[in-house]
């Protein structure tokens, strides 16, 4: 059987196969909830905002225009459902966290991290959870799930410049964390 595109995939749901939705589910459903998972900071939250998104997706397919490619698209829908649920929990518990952009803590629990990593790809993806959330997505986004800066700017609802220094910022966080632990050596 030849590989579908998503396009494909798509014209087909649109033709009354809906049963061929599955194909995009199981497509995206792994990185879609690694990605809920590091916004969420909880499984059950994430399968919840992610079966969500899949409905989400499902009942606007007729309005995916193919502007972009299905993945970006997806990944938007993915991004905007999981603020939502971050901004009803803010409000649930606005004494704890002021706004989904506070600077975290960066050093605090750094020792309990390298302590538990099994390796270092590992305890780089740990470090990356420390960064506060936008800083994290947009790292997790480019170097793990291989998004475009373009593609990324289209998910977070950014700029394509201001997506480029978010990264850059990112960078620069991640580095100084790297470097305060003499970890640098380990991954040359």
């Not at 196969?17 to 900071?41: E, P, T």
């Amino acid at each position: 059987m030849k590989h579908l595109t998503d396009i494909e995939i798509i014209d087909s749901i649109k033709r009354g196969n809906s049963a061929d939705f599955s194909l995009l589910v199981d497509r995206y459903k792994d990185k879609a909830f690694s990605l809920l998972k590091r916004i969420l900071k909880n499984e059950m939250d994430a399968e919840e905002v992610l079966q969500d998104s899949f409905l989400k997706a499902y009942y606007s397919l007729k309005e995916f225009r193919q502007d972009s490619k299905f993945s970006t698209w997806f990944y938007k829908i993915v991004y905007n459902s999981a603020l939502t649920v971050v901004a009803s929990k803010k409000r649930k518990i606005e004494h704890e966290m002021s706004s989904i952009d506070d600077e975290f803590d960066l050093t605090s629990g750094d020792n309990q991290i390298y302590a538990s990593a099994e390796n270092s790809r590992e305890y780089v993806l740990k470090l990356v959870d420390k960064l506060p959330l936008r800083h994290a997505l947009v790292t997790i986004l480019f170097y793990v799930d291989g998004l475009s800066l373009n593609e990324i700017s289209q998910v977070m609802g950014t700029s394509l410049v201001n997506t480029k220094v978010l990264l850059h910022r990112s960078r620069s966080a991640l580095k100084d964390l790297l470097l305060k632990h003499n970890y640098q050596e380990e991954l040359l």
